[in-house]
């Protein structure tokens, strides 16, 4: 990202000026351009980063073999409260300027423009910058896991270390998309950790639907799909200039190696939520059926 971009760019708060007090100074104010070059310069970050949570996993199970299970109620309550919370404000800052971008501009415009240009600097930018460092503290998610001595399965470890790369490389790439993932991540953690918060409340209404959560994941990964595989489209088939026929085609500014690992990625995510869904929504109960009549 470029400072002398930063003068293009059109905030919401600017756009639709009756928004403008619900913005802090400080996030008018961000300018994203210094994180987007610390993680140019630093792709070495979320390399180590996994590898010292693979790491960490290994040991931390071996050392809590012939331990008694923490049981740390309070302590992960409070860290779902704090990454609902944070989830939720990160919300509320890019699901209103996704909004907009779809308003002002044409679906190719919002996955094709730069990012700068869409919602690479103030509130939104600060924003969406937030959510690519936060995929560091949410490895911790599966220190719990461990110290509770709870199942570690494959999809959480994957989850996680797939997210930290892929969003990271998105970041550095400026992905004109990433608002559509920001977003879309944003609300479905936003859900997801306020209903284990709720969980480790014991404070969860049983009316409430156990699947939910997997629901809301699921359909993310069905639209990070859909949305992936039309940003290939659009980069393969560039669209002809608006403003001239004779003018070349307008090129969609994405990363082909971008595209590819965010379309395996979503691929696969959504391959293992429908088996975990499955599983749990549907083959649990039918076993403990065939087990109850066996009694």
Not at 67 to 92: E, I, P, Y
Request: net charge positive; charged share 15%; hydrophobic share 50%.
């Amino acid at each position: 990202m470029s400072a002398s971009s930063r003068g293009s760019y059109h905030a919401i708060n600017n756009a639709v000026p009756s928004l403008d007090r619900f913005y802090f100074a400080w996030e008018k104010n961000f300018n994203a351009i210094i994180g987007s070059e610390f993680t140019r310069n630093n792709n070495w970050i979320p390399v180590v980063c996994v590898i010292l949570y693979g790491l960490g996993i290994v040991v931390g199970q071996r050392m809590m073999r012939d331990q008694k299970a923490f049981d740390l109620r309070w302590t992960l309550a409070a860290w779902n409260f704090f990454l609902s919370a944070f989830s939720g404000w990160g919300m509320v800052r890019t699901v209103p300027h996704l909004l907009y971008n779809l308003y002002a501009f044409s679906p190719q415009d919002t996955l094709c423009k730069p990012a700068i240009f869409m919602y690479g600097c103030g509130a939104t930018g600060m924003w969406v910058q937030f959510f690519i460092f936060s995929k560091v503290p949410e490895l911790f998610d599966t220190v719990f896991i461990v110290l509770r001595k709870k199942p570690l399965v494959f999809l959480h470890w994957y989850h996680h270390i797939t997210v930290l790369l892929f969003c990271w490389h998105s970041y550095v790439t400026e992905s004109p998309g990433g608002i559509y993932f920001a977003s879309m991540n944003y609300c479905v953690h936003f859900v997801m950790y306020g209903y284990y918060f709720l969980m480790a409340m014991k404070w969860l209404p049983k009316w409430f639907p156990a699947g939910i959560v997997t629901i809301a994941q699921i359909s993310q990964m069905v639209v990070g799909v859909v949305l992936t595989v039309y940003s290939g489209m659009l980069y393969a088939y560039p669209r002809p200039s608006a403003n001239s026929i004779y003018a070349p085609p307008q090129v969609c500014d994405v990363k082909i190696e971008n595209l590819w690992a965010g379309g395996l990625m979503y691929a696969s995510y959504f391959a293992l939520f429908m088996h975990f869904a499955f599983e749990r929504y549907y083959l649990k109960p039918q076993r403990k059926k065939l087990a109850s009549k066996v009694e």
